[in-house]
């Protein structure tokens, strides 16, 4: 997931154009980009597309945000999307793995009620101080947390934070990136709201990048093709990950032990890695 590109839920027009276009995700929002008077014909239209044929066809994945748990629309966003076709709800809002255990059980209910056929995983948004302190015990709160998404702009407001001083946002990738790995699951970049800084964008990008983030958010489909340069691997990289994977295969014990390549001593971590670099370079 390179590339999750925020889709409002208000405006049907733009769904076809999201599905043809090219970020690797559509992220359907119900949350910020909806106004209140709109929300209920944002979750019927939303519904409804990924009911489709065309969405069910897309290798695209698709993502919805609903409203916060403690919002009077959230048990009504997840009658509506709590259905087969959505591979990730992303949770807002979430401070705490109390807070996250109550939101599963809301999600569980509803995927019942919706005879739903396969769990729906979780990104779950680290947006608040609170949030950010509690990530590991967040992420690994339950096993339906498939990924940690970052939320610079609601992060750094409330305490006053420059949002684009490099240092600042690094701190803050770095702390979540690390929380994400702790409980084994992916780690997503934030938004950036200045869509005329392409520059600033993409700088953000490789930096997640070289933390080890999964992909980065797009707000406008002009910033998915960044997204997308950003976290495609380079030919010197695929061709090192293809090293260690035929030297691993080669190895007496299949590479479950250590080996070396290129005289690097190589383990199962970065066997794991490699494997994962050219499975993500295939379906790209």
Do not use: W
């Not at 999307?81 to 255990?101: F, H, M, Q, W």
């Not at 339906?144 to 803050?172: C, K, M, T």
């Not at 690390?178 to 392409?198: I, M, N, P, R, T």
Request: hydrophobic letters at 55%.
């Amino acid at each position: 997931m390179r590339s999750k590109l925020f889709v409002p839920g208000a405006r049907p027009e733009l769904f076809d154009k999201a599905l043809a276009g090219a970020a690797d995700a559509l992220s359907f929002d119900l949350e910020d980009a909806v106004a209140e008077d709109r929300k209920s014909a944002a979750r019927i239209a939303v519904a409804a597309f990924l009911g489709s044929q065309a969405a069910a066809a897309s290798r695209k994945l698709m993502i919805v945000r609903v409203n916060a748990p403690d919002s009077p629309h959230f048990a009504a966003d997840l009658a509506a999307v709590a259905r087969d076709g959505v591979a990730l709800i992303n949770l807002p809002k979430i401070e705490s793995a109390a807070a996250l255990g109550e939101a599963v059980a809301a999600i569980e209910r509803a995927e019942a009620g919706n005879g739903a056929t396969r769990p729906i995983q979780l990104l779950v948004n680290i947006e608040t101080p609170r949030a950010l302190a509690n990530a590991a015990q967040i992420a690994a709160a339950h096993p339906r947390v498939a990924g940690l998404q970052l939320g610079l702009a609601d992060l750094f407001e409330a305490p006053g934070i420059a949002r684009y001083e490099p240092a600042n946002v690094h701190a803050a990738m770095f702390a979540m990136r690390l929380a994400a790995a702790a409980a084994g699951v992916f780690a997503l970049d934030s938004a950036y709201a200045d869509l005329h800084d392409e520059a600033g964008y993409l700088a953000e990008a490789r930096m997640a990048r070289r933390l080890g983030f999964l992909g980065k958010t797009c707000l406008h489909p002009r910033q998915v093709a960044l997204a997308n340069t950003a976290f495609a691997p380079t030919s010197d990289e695929l061709d090192a990950a293809r090293r260690i994977v035929a030297a691993a295969a080669a190895a007496p014990d299949g590479g479950r032990g250590v080996f070396v390549v290129d005289g690097r001593m190589i383990d199962l971590p970065f066997l794991k890695r490699a494997q994962a670099l050219l499975a993500a370079a295939e379906r790209h």
